[in-house]
């Protein structure tokens, strides 16, 4: 049993895997400053739960308050830091926003760990890193390219700012989690990812299309060079996401080294198409969604999925619920949130 702190603990994959930290009798402190979350999901945590973690509401720049935070609930075990800005489209139309609340956020959590000796760190990385790799399933030696956003950049700097501490201090231990397409919501309907305004993710606009709430879906091209014309991710499932921070945990929390760090690709190992996610999506929910083809959307590559070898090996986790579920309980969530 840890004790950890998790920034951004009510955010879409956080909210989940403090669901599953508590699950396996972890003590959970949640640093979340509500910018892009609802204090509500705390008492839906219980709900699940039945058991309600510490709360701050403390933006992470602020260290000062940061390390109040580490001092009131310490000794800490472990962060798992998902606080972040993820909107590709703002972070190109607001960079500097991006660098400021994702790179100084990361330096207040490194130096406040620092500051109360807590020397292991989960962070959430993206498969933005690889942009379009040249082979797939593309594994974690696949080399970075350069960022297509300022939201890509940031995830890459996060990482290359977590490797040079390790290298500095040597006090350190990290793993770096590489997130596919997470989607899907918790089987209970109490949590799932709640967009702000239009969604940006295929999976969020897809079931407010199928609610009515959008008209149509735009599919973002149909002349990719892929079986059916559109471009293919790899969606994994929020849950099975969020048990593999807690396999990540357990690994650091049980190692005998004092620093260093381990990146894992977390997908399904499948590519799925957007044509096959509306088709899959009709066909498990009965439900229509009208759509177009538009042109393809600026930044986007063609195609990509995972290569999870390595963390099947090494955390012993494997992403085995079938995309009709994971749809399932998109759509389950949706239609709660919208009382139908
Ligand atoms: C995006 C980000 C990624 C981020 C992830 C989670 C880019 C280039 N990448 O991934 O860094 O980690 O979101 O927030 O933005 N699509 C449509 N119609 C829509 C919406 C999407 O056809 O209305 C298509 C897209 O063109 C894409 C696929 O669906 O081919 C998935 O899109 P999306 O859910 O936005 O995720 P990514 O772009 O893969």
Known sequence: MAKVLVTGGLGYIGSHTVVELLAQNHEVIIVDNLS????????????????????????????????????????????????AYKAVGESVSNSLLYYKNNVLGLLSVLECMREFSVCNIVFSSSCTVYGQPTQLPVTEQAPIQKALSPYGNTKQICEEIICDAIHSYNDICAVILRYF????????????????????????????????VRKQLQVFGNDYNTPDGSAIRDYIYVVDLAKAHVK??????????????????LGTGTGISVLEMVHTFERVTGVSVPYTIASRREGDIEQVWADTTRANRELDWFANTSLEDILLSAWNWEKKIRNL
């Open 36 to 83: 892009n979350s609802e204090y509500c999901i705390l008492s839906k945590i219980s709900e699940i739960t039945h058991t309600t973690p510490a709360f701050e509401q403390i933006d992470i720049c602020d260290t000062d308050a940061l390390r109040a935070c580490f001092k009131a609930h310490g000794p800490i075990h472990a962060v798992i830091h998902f606080a």
């Open 181 to 212: 397409n997470p989607i899907g919501a918790h089987p209970s309907a109490c949590i799932g990812e709640l967009p702000k305004g239009v969604p940006n993710n295929l999976v969020p606009f897809i079931t407010q299309t199928a609610a009515g």
């Open 248 to 265: 990540a945990l357990d690994k650091l929390c049980a190692q005998t080294t004092h620093s260093g760090y381990e990146l894992f690709n």
